[in-house]
């Protein structure tokens, strides 16, 4: 690993990866890129930079392009900097039947961003939609910060936005 991408990844994050890898069959270290790339992640207010994915590419001893690639194909990881708060609304058919684009465009009013964006203060960040959250039974629904909200009302929402710091 060279010297500056030794500095990017912290103690912390080396010992995540590090787990990570011993689940896999020896050579089979691409598959810790989701693990290592979520921990870098998350030190790093909650989006990955070109040098931070560098980083993990080198210790994992891959081609940059394997570890762009993970990053830029699944929702859960950021490219570029965003609020503190996440917040994800699934917009799939069983939530969509039960009124997520309301839903969205409640939350868009409520804190004055369109999808995609972050609110000016940097406390929330509402992702563009989100294909399935995976939980199709309790819809509408949407996750902020990794937590599920199921069954929700405008009157549901703006009590968990309020709830954010």
Not at 77 to 85: I, S
Not at 149 to 160: G, M, S, V
Request: charged share 30%.
């Amino acid at each position: 690993m060279t010297g500056s991408q030794a500095l990017a990844l912290s103690k912390r994050v080396r010992q995540v990866i590090d787990a990570a890898i011993k689940r896999y069959p020896e050579g089979r270290q691409r598959s810790a890129v989701f693990d290592a790339l979520r921990a870098v992640q998350h030190e790093n207010q909650g989006y990955l930079t070109v040098e931070l994915m560098d980083a993990v590419a080198d210790y994992l001893k891959l081609e940059p392009i394997k570890v762009y690639e993970v990053a830029t194909f699944y929702s859960m990881f950021e490219t570029k900097p965003v609020g503190r708060h996440s917040i994800s609304v699934c917009t799939n058919i069983s939530c969509m039947l039960r009124g997520a684009d309301d839903i969205v465009t409640h939350i868009e009013k409520k804190l004055g961003v369109k999808t995609g964006e972050s609110t000016p203060d940097g406390r929330c960040y509402l992702k563009r939609e989100e294909e399935c959250l995976a939980a199709c039974a309790g819809g509408p629904m949407m996750m902020v910060d990794h937590k599920y909200y199921e069954n929700l009302t405008p009157e549901k929402i703006d009590r968990i936005l309020e709830g954010l710091k």
